[in-house]
């Protein structure tokens, strides 16, 4: 009877035994399967958020230029592009000018209104260039009856002939330093010496009397130096 009472037992511990096992291997093949689970849906989370974004990515590119639409044209940045070029032909056009003249033999520093002409010189070594013009009018007068050249300073004609000095040299009267004046050769011909200020550009100026209109220039020396300084 004892040893029908120790068999039951020992049956009983193994069956404790193999239901623990079955229990523990439950147990990892259900955690076998839910890490299997996450891990797939995880994966596919991600796939789908990337779809998502490329999806997103080529929206964007069709809502930013659709394609067969054409681009919107920008009126500002064509109404500048328009004086861009407007700017380069004027540009290209006063080159192309400013090359005519000095072709033509004209100073385009000193021409002004005046197209000036290069002729042969009086042969003064101290003289670069000499000019003339038959755009070179009297200046206009206030003087009336026979008139008589004054080298007075600050006379009326001491006034009308630096005017028409000016007028041959093309430098604003305002700002004509007048380095000397002088008798032309005869009783209604006068030459003045000046620069635009202190400037070592000095020209000699030839003017001469027309009556009932004023001092004209006549003629006019560009100098390498100024002698009268």
């Given at each position: 009877m004892g040893s029908r009472f120790n068999q039951r037992d020992q049956k009983r511990k193994v069956n404790?035994?193999?239901?623990?096992?079955?229990?523990?291997?439950?147990?990892l093949i259900v955690i076998v399967a839910v890490t299997i689970f996450l891990s797939d849906g995880g994966t596919e989370s991600k796939k789908a958020t990337t779809e998502q974004?490329?999806?997103?990515?080529?929206?964007?590119?069709?809502?930013?230029?659709p394609a067969g639409k054409e681009e919107e044209t920008d009126p500002?940045?064509?109404?500048?592009?328009?004086?861009?070029?407007?700017?380069?032909?004027?540009?290209?056009a006063t080159e192309e000018d400013t090359e005519e003249k000095s072709e033509d033999g004209t100073d385009p520093e000193k021409a002004g209104d005046a197209k000036l002409v290069e002729v042969e010189g009086?042969?003064?070594?101290?003289?670069?260039a000499t000019y003339t013009s038959e755009g070179w009018k009297p200046v206009g007068t206030e003087q009336s009856g026979e008139h008589t050249t004054s080298f007075q300073k600050g006379s009326v004609?001491?006034?009308?002939?630096?005017?028409?000095?000016?007028?041959?040299?093309?430098?604003?009267?305002?700002?004509?330093?007048?380095?000397w004046l002088q008798n032309g050769g005869s009783p209604n011909t006068a030459i003045g010496t000046v620069s635009e200020g202190n400037?070592?550009?000095?020209?000699?100026?030839?003017?001469?009397?027309?009556?009932?209109?004023?001092?004209?220039p006549v003629k006019v020396e560009e100098l390498k130096t100024n002698d009268k300084r």
């Open positions: 404790k035994i193999y239901n623990i096992a079955i229990t523990i291997v439950s147990i974004k490329q999806i997103a990515d080529k929206q964007g590119k069709v809502v930013d230029k500002g940045k064509e109404v500048a592009e328009e004086d861009s070029k407007a700017t380069e032909e004027d540009g290209k009086s042969g003064d070594g101290n003289v670069a004609d001491w006034n009308e002939m630096s005017k028409a000095i000016a007028l041959g040299a093309g430098i604003d009267e305002g700002s004509m330093r007048l380095w400037s070592p550009k000095t020209f000699r100026v030839h003017i001469e009397w027309v009556d009932g209109s004023g001092w004209k």
